[in-house]
């Protein structure tokens, strides 16, 4: 089956088109600047890329533009639109009313609308995606596949924050998880690795990019997860601080005078890395340069991070009473050796034994690597993480239900 896997932001609009039967990515590319100009990056694999700028004024004209340009004879991959069976959305939040992949009609709108409370920014663009693709598109499925849906099996002691029940249930305040498609697709194959059962595998996930999570996947469901009622709490990112003393945020605000939106702001944007780093830079390969000069700020941003990230391994490893398996993927997972040496350091006790050659030497070709020694009571692997091909194949699957 061919399906068209689009991620929606206020202004841009990422795409893929999978053939669902080999998980081969046909083409890809992204839709840019819609709604103050409009430029298309289009990209199949043994050709050259294609860019053009061309006007979109809202998500429809960038829906069209990109399905014309998916068809048309010189620079497409197909003969018609015809030949896409269904399109997949990325959701990044699905509230407290969307907690599975799910085929779109008026109701699933209707609780999508629901979410424009908690997460405005992110659910207005997805919101502007699908109709885009609905009026482009007329007739085809289109299937929301949700960020938060993979952690809607925690506990409520995992899921419950420490304030008030009735401001928690007024304001559906909670732990959500985000990068939950991701958390699912490396859990999934690392659970195919270790040949058990689902329900007898204790893994930990650790997924390191711009934006950083980590959950606890007992029995193949999440039973604790690092990122909360937004994608700000956890541990420290690239500009976001994490998890910080609250007290801090009304410090901070009356003393520079910031409003809630001004403080929501330099949280997500100025802290983490960036801050640490004293403005130096929110992005691992230039820290890793200037630790190469001895930038002792740029060091301690990542200590701060590998030893967050044992923090949670100890933690989860307790939740779960043991642990099978430690994976790390996305940006930092896939590519900073460094940061999964030092993450690992030390585990013994936990029964992680890093073989540092094998950890030095994954110079990823998109596999899988084991990067543990065969001693090592956990085994601990590098798994590139496949959003889209999760999007594709849930995509598929609910059409498939649907003849
Ligand atoms: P996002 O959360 O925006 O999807 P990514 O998963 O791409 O982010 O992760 C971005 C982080 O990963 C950056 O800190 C960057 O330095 C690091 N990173 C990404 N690709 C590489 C690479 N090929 N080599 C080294 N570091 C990388």
Redesign the pocket.
Known sequence: MKVLVVNAGSSSLKYQLFDTSNGDVLAKGICERIGIGGAITHKVPGRENYSAEIEMKNHTVATRILVETLCSPTLGVIKSMDEIEAVGHRIVHGGAYLKESVLVDDDVLEKLKGCLDIAPLHTAAHLMGIHGCIEAMPGKPQVLVIDTAFHSTMPPEAYTYPLPKDMCEKYHIRRYGFHGTSHRYVSGEMIKILGKPAEATKIITCHL???SSISAVKGGEVIDTSMGFTPLDGFIM?SRCGSIDPAIVPFIMEKEGMTPDEMNNFMNKNCGFLGVSGGLSS???NLGEAIAEGNSDAKLAIDILTYQIRKYIGAYSAAMNGLDALVFT???GE??TEIRRDACQNMDFFGIVLDEEKNEATKLQGDNVCISKPESKVKVYVIPTNEELMIAQDTERIVQGLK
């Open positions: 990019g711009n934006g690239g992005d691992c390969r996305a940006g930092i590519n900073r």
